[in-house]
């Protein structure tokens, strides 16, 4: 199946953070408070993935109130901190949302994306995702996690399902 055909089946997308909606690096203030950078045009297509019909889930190996508050802000629901194994999580979500696997997209960039990446529907990985990630992956992006890859991975969702000039339609009707 190609790549167009898994996206337009996709009913539900997974993130990992770190290395995809961030660029990876980890900051720290003097006392301890963790720092990450999201990139808003990924956060718009987050926005345009919901108002297209299609679920948002986070699903991260680290425990970060930054990553709530982010969640929180783009009206994701689904959002799984500390997680070992993405493959066990994901299973969970896919049933009680009855979902099948080929119904999910996970972008994801390291190793532990894996279990999750080797059974959904659309696997997607940054620019930046480790060499094993890549050669896993039903998509590559050309941009790398946080600097707009998400959007990128979203905007090829939309298209494939004949939703992405709908999505924009709101943005280029002069007000």
Not at 10 to 25: H, S
Not at 113 to 128: R, Y
Not at 154 to 173: C, H, N, R, S
Request: glycine share 10%; with cysteine; net charge negative.
């Amino acid at each position: 199946m190609d790549t167009k055909a898994r996206a337009a089946r996709i009913k539900l997308v997974a993130f990992d953070i770190d290395g995809v909606m961030t660029d990876g690096g980890l900051h720290y203030t003097d006392d301890g408070h963790e720092l990450k950078t999201f990139n808003v045009q990924d956060g718009l297509g987050i926005v345009l993935l919901k108002r297209a019909g299609i679920d948002v889930a986070i699903i991260t190996g680290r425990t970060s109130n930054v990553v709530s508050c982010r969640a929180k802000d783009l009206g994701i629901e689904h959002v799984f901190h500390g997680v070992g194994n993405k493959g066990t999580v994901s299973a969970q979500l896919l049933e009680k949302l009855r979902l099948d696997w080929s119904e999910l997209a996970f972008m994801g960039d390291d190793l532990i994306d894996l279990p999750a990446m080797s059974q959904c529907g659309l696997a997607i990985a940054p620019a930046n995702a480790r060499s094993i990630v890549k050669d896993r992956a039903h998509i590559v992006t050309e941009t790398s996690g946080g600097k707009g890859a998400v959007r990128e991975a979203v905007e090829f969702i939309l298209a494939a399902q004949g939703k992405l000039d709908a999505a924009f339609a709101p943005y280029l009707t002069p007000q």
